[in-house]
C-alpha cells in the first residue's frame, strides 16, 4: 500500500512541510505541519480515503469557505482548505495545549467554575456563528481545543460541509456525522431541518459530562445511546453532584429538552441562564429535575413568608443572595473571596462598600489595591471569579445602580460629590456636590436621585442627569436623616431618621415620605435603615445589625404584618446604618460583622495573651504602632463624619487629635 503521509507531503510540499502526526479519529487524520508561505506552524487535517471518495471535492471546498470567514476569540479559526492528489484537507492553527477530552479523561469532573465558563465561552462562539448562518453540528470535548485555559470551538461548519458535498451519501461511508453520546434527538432521527437548538443540546451535554464525568445517555453501542436520546430523559446533573447550583441544573434541563421549541432559542441565552442566580424552569422534569439537599447553615435559615432565601457571602465581606421561589424553600449560602490584590474597604464612617445590580447578576465594590491602597470600584459578575476595575473611580464610596443597570452612581470620599458611570466603564460625570455620608444614594425609577445631606440634615433630591437640588426633608423636623431608598414607581422613600441625640446616640426609626405631599409615615422603631422587597416586602436592619422582615402594602405605605428575624451579626458603621443592599430582582448582599464599629483597642502577644490598651469604647480603626512602641496612630470620624488621625500615648494613656480636615486614610 502507498505511504499515504509520504504522498500527502508530497502533495502539499509548495505550500506545508508536514512533520508528524498529531492524532486520528473516525473522519480524518491531523498532522503538524509547518506553513512555508507564512512562516508559522499549523495543524492540517485530511480526511479519510474512504471518506473522500464519496464526496464531491469541489462542493466540499465550496461549501467550508463559508466558515473561513468566522472571526471569534473561542473560534478556531480555519487558514486554508482544498484538494491534493486526491486528498482533501483544511488547515487551522496549531494549539499547544489540550482538548477538553483529553482534561475530561485526566480529571473526569471539572471545577464547577471551570465548567460554566468553558460551556459560557463555548455558548459566545456558538451564538456568533449561529447569527452568520453557520451551525456546528458537531459540538463535543474533541472539538473543543484548550490554550492556557481558554476554550476554542474547532471543525466549524465541517460537518455541514461534509453533508453537502456527500449529497446525503453520507450512510455510504458507514459513519455519521455527530458523536451519538452528544447528538442532539433530532440529529439522531436524521431530521433534515437542524437549527442553532441543536447546538445548545450539544453543548448541554458537554457541560453535563463537565459537571458529572459522565454524557447525559451512555450504553453498549452507538445504537442504544442513540435510542435513549430519543426516548429517555437524563437523569439530573444534582444525582451526581449535589453541589451544582439550581439555576446551573436549571439550564442544563432546559438544553436537553427532546423537542427544540422548549430548549433556549439560542446560545447566548443558555449563557445568561448559567450566569443568572435566579434562572429556574417551572415543573422542570428530567436533567431539570431538583434534588434539593437539606444544609444547615450556621446561622438559621433565612425565609420570610414562604419565601425562599439563597445566600452568598463573602470572606472578608459577606455576600447574601436573596430570591424568591415558587418551589419549596431553599437556603443556600457560601463566602466569596475577595481577589489578592485588593481587600474590601470597609471605612468606620461611610456606607455599605457594595452594590448589586438590579437583576442581582453583579455587585460593584469599593476594594483598596494592596500595593498602592487607593480605593477603586471594581466590578465582578457574580458567575466570574475576578472583578475589573472601572477607570476613574479612586476614592469612590457608597456605589449604587440606576434601575436599568446601565449606570454605577458612587460619592467621592475626597470632596463629598456624586458621580455616575456607565456600568461598563467609560467618563465619569458628575451630578452633584455636598453629599452627605448618612446613608448611600438611591435613584429612581423617574430617573432622580435622593441623597443625604452633610451631616445628616435632610435628604435632596436631583435629576440623574444633573441640575438643581430640591430639599426633600430638612432639618427641622429630624436631628439625623439618612439611608434613603426610592421605592419602586418613585412615589415614594423610605428613610432612617431620629429626632434627638442622646448621650448613647440616635435612636433611629424607620420612615416613609410620599413625594408628593411631602407626608412622612413612621413605620418601625429601632430601625437603622430599610429595603423594599418586591412581592410586598419590607426588610429592616436595627442599628445592632439584626435584619428582620414584614409584608408591607406598597399602595397604602403602611406595614400590614408582624415582624420575622432573618439573619443577624450584620455589620453597622459608625451611625447605626446596616452595611446591606436590595437588589429589584430580591438579591441582597451583605457585609458580616459584629453590630457597630465601636472597638476597645487590645494587644495580642504571642502566644494569644491580650493586654487592653485603650478601654474606652469607640470607633477605632487602622491601628499603627509607632517603631519604639510607645504610641498608636489610629483613626476616628469627626463631627463632620471625615475619618481622621488620632495618637494614643500608652505611658500616659491619653489620646489626641492629629488631623482635623479632610478624610485621612
Known amino acids: 500500500m502507498t505511504d499515504i503521509p509520504a504522498r500527502l507531503a508530497a502533495a502539499l510540499s509548495d505550500r506545508y512541510r508536514i512533520e508528524r502526526e498529531l492524532g486520528a479519529g473516525g473522519m480524518a487524520t491531523v498532522y503538524l505541519a509547518y506553513d512555508i508561505k507564512h512562516d508559522r506552524t499549523v495543524a492540517i487535517k485530511v480526511l479519510k480515503p474512504e471518506l473522500a471518495a464519496v464526496l464531491g471535492a469541489e462542493r466540499f471546498v465550496v461549501e467550508i469557505k463559508t466558515t473561513a470567514a468566522l472571526q471569534h476569540p473561542h473560534i478556531l479559526p480555519l487558514f486554508d482548505s482544498g484538494t491534493a492528489d486526491g486528498f482533501l484537507y483544511y488547515v487551522m492553527p496549531f494549539i499547544d495545549g489540550e482538548t477538553l477530552r483529553g482534561k475530561l479523561d485526566r480529571e473526569t469532573q471539572l471545577g464547577f467554575y471551570d465548567a460554566v465558563r468553558i460551556a459560557s465561552d463555548d455558548a459566545s462562539a456558538l451564538h456568533y456563528a449561529h447569527t452568520h448562518g453557520v451551525i456546528h453540528r458537531d459540538i463535543k470535548p474533541e472539538n473543543i481545543l484548550l490554550h492556557d485555559g481558554r476554550p476554542m470551538v474547532a471543525d466549524f461548519g465541517i460537518a455541514l460541509a461534509l453533508s453537502a458535498a456527500a449529497g446525503g451519501r453520507m450512510t455510504e461511508t458507514g459513519m455519521s456525522l455527530g458523536t451519538p453520546h452528544y447528538m442532539s434527538p433530532e440529529q439522531a432521527t436524521a431530521e433534515k ?212 443597570g446601565r449606570w454605577i452612581g458612587f460619592v467621592t470620599g475626597t470632596d463629598q460629590s456624586l458621580h455616575k458611570i456607565a456600568a461598563t466603564g467609560g467618563p465619569v460625570s458628575q451630578v452633584a456636590t455636598d453629599i452627605g455620608t448618612a446613608g448611600t444614594p438611591s435613584w429612581g425609577d423617574d430617573q432622580f436621585i435622593v441623597y443625604p445631606l452633610p451631616a445628616g440634615k435632610g435628604l435632596a433630591r436631583v435629576s440623574a442627569g444633573g441640575g438643581p437640588p430640591t430639599i426633600v426633608i430638612d432639618s427641622t423636623r429630624f436631628s439625623r436623616v439618612g439611608a434613603p431608598v426610592v421605592l419602586p414607581g418613585s412615589r415614594a422613600v423610605l428613610f432612617s431618621a431620629c429626632r434627638a441625640e442622646t448621650a448613647s446616640g440616635c435612636q433611629f426609626s424607620l420612615h416613609v415620605l410620599e413625594l408628593a405631599t411631602g407626608k412622612v409615615t413612621r413605620l418601625v422603631e429601632g430601625a437603622g435603615r430599610g429595603w423594599y422587597l418586591p412581592g410586598g416586602y419590607l426588610l429592616y436592619a436595627t442599628t445592632e445589625g439584626a435584619l428582620h422582615g414584614v409584608r408591607f402594602d406598597a399602595a397604602k405605605l403602611a406595614v400590614t404584618g408582624a415582624p420575622t428575624a432573618l439573619l443577624d451579626a450584620l455589620s453597622v458603621n459608625r451611625f447605626g446604618y446596616a452595611r446591606l443592599v436590595v437588589s429589584t430582582s430580591g438579591t441582597m448582599a451583605f457585609v458580616e460583622g459584629q453590630g457597630r464599629n465601636d472597638h476597645v483597642a487590645v494587644q495580642l502577644d504571642r502566644v494569644g495573651r491580650e493586654e487592653v490598651i485603650i478601654a474606652r469604647p469607640g470607633p477605632y480603626e487602622q491601628p499603627r504602632f509607632s517603631p519604639d512602641g510607645r504610641r498608636i496612630v489610629l483613626t476616628m470620624p469627626d463631627a463632620k463624619e471625615a475619618s481622621q488621625i488620632w495618637i494614643h500615648d500608652r505611658l500616659s494613656g491619653t489620646t489626641a487629635q492629629l488631623t482635623f480636615e479632610g478624610e485621612s486614610e
Do not use: C
Open 193 to 404: 431541518e437542524i437549527t442553532a437548538r441543536s447546538d445548545v443540546y450539544s453543548l448541554g451535554s458537554v457541560l453535563y459530562e463537565m459537571l458529572t464525568g459522565t454524557p447525559p445517555h451512555t450504553g453498549s453501542s452507538a445504537q442504544q445511546i442513540i435510542m435513549k436520546i430519543i426516548v429517555e430523559p437524563a437523569e439530573a446533573v444534582t444525582r451526581y453532584r449535589k453541589s451544582v447550583p439550581p439555576n446551573v441544573a436549571a439550564a442544563v434541563a432546559k438544553a436537553l429538552e427532546k423537542l427544540p421549541a422548549d430548549r433556549f432559542d439560542s446560545a447566548k441565552a443558555f449563557a445568561e441562564a448559567l450566569g443568572n442566580p435566579m434562572f429556574t424552569v417551572a415543573g422542570a422534569a428530567g436533567a431539570a429535575g431538583r434534588t434539593v439537599h437539606g444544609w444547615s447553615p450556621r446561622r438559621r435559615g433565612a425565609y420570610l413568608a414562604g419565601a425562599a432565601l439563597l445566600g452568598i457571602a463573602a470572606a472578608s465581606a459577606g455576600f447574601l443572595l436573596l430570591r424568591e421561589k415558587p418551589s419549596a424553600p431553599l437556603v443556600v449560602r457560601f463566602r466569596m473571596a475577595m481577589n489578592a490584590a485588593q481587600t474590601l474597604a470597609v471605612h468606620p464612617v461611610f456606607d455599605t462598600p457594595l452594590a448589586l445590580s438590579p437583576d442581582g447578576s453583579h455587585v460593584t465594590f469599593v476594594g483598596r489595591d494592596s500595593v498602592t491602597g487607593k480605593a477603586h470600584l471594581y466590578v465582578r459578575p457574580l458567575d466570574q471569579v475576578t472583578a475589573t476595575l472601572l477607570p476613574g473611580t479612586e476614592n469612590g464610596r457608597n456605589p449604587f445602580y440606576s434601575p436599568d
